[in-house]
T-cell receptor
Framework: SAVISQKPSRDICQRGTSLTIQCQVD?????MFWYRQQPGQSLTLIAT?????????ESGFVIDKFPISRPNLTFSTLTVSNMSPEDSSIYLC????????????FGSGTRLTVV | GESVGLHLPTLSVQEGDNSIINCAYS??????FIWYKQESGKGPQFIID?????DKRQGQRVTVLLNKTVKHLSLQIAATQPGDSAVYFC????????????FGSGTRLLVRP
């Protein structure tokens, strides 16, 4: 399976600012995803990060608020823009790996607190 | 630190008993299902998976059952241990589709010593 390095692991940010989260994978992967986990809740898919093109966003998430980049098959970033306290969540990167079979790997997450 | 599963339904079991965690999934076209365990401050940890051409799969101390007729998934943990205390999520995806992994709402498992 793939190994993910996600940075930062946590941050405390002022409202109105932006934070960029990085996801680095140790091997080339086809699919990369970004999730949000609000306090006490399940994981919600934000978007699919597409290599070399605009991300595909799920209902309720927009590019202006959560711009995503994916310049190659091993790296992606998620930016949380113009933050408010409601953005306080854990943000997780996930990838699909294929080695004959396929599976999913998750990063350890970025715990964001907006004050 | 912040707790995972603070507002989720809780299943409380005695150490040594068997646990059964249930999940209703939404998409009848889903063909791959995964159970994850999440402890506070950590990302989801893979437990066991099952594909739609199966109705049962066993791992070490865990069994997943799939009932496609009623779109129901369950996770059975044998001889539950204190280390099993965590939040458990089911997730579904469509292998021949977008590969998007969609999570259920989760259940908090509390093991009493």
């Amino acid at each position: 399976s793939a190994v993910i390095s996600q940075k930062p692991s946590r941050d405390i940010c002022q409202r109105g600012t932006s934070l960029t989260i990085q996801c680095q994978v140790d091997s080339q992967v086809t699919m990369m995803f970004w999730y949000r986990q609000q306090p006490g809740q399940s994981l919600t898919l934000i978007a699919t990060a597409n290599q070399g093109s605009e991300a595909t966003y799920e209902s309720g998430f927009v590019i202006d608020k959560f711009p995503i980049s994916r310049p190659n098959l091993t790296f992606s970033t998620l930016t949380v823009s113009n933050m408010s306290p409601e953005d306080s969540s854990i943000y997780l990167c996930s990838v699909v790996w294929e080695r004959g079979n396929y599976g999913y790997t998750f990063g350890s997450g970025t715990r964001l607190t907006v004050v | 630190g912040e707790s995972v599963g603070l507002h989720l339904p809780t299943l409380s079991v005695q150490e040594g008993d068997n646990s059964i965690i249930n999940c209703a999934y939404s998409n009848s076209a889903s063909d791959y299902f995964i159970w994850y365990k999440q402890e506070s401050g950590k990302g989801p940890q893979f437990i066991i998976d099952i594909r739609s051409n199966m109705d049962k799969r066993q791992g070490q101390r865990v069994t997943v059952l799939l009932n496609k007729t009623v779109k129901h998934l369950s996770l059975q943990i044998a001889a539950t241990q204190p280390g099993d205390s965590a939040v458990y999520f089911c997730a579904e995806s469509t292998f021949r589709g977008s590969y998007k992994l969609i999570f259920g709402s989760g259940t908090r498992l509390l093991v009493r010593p």
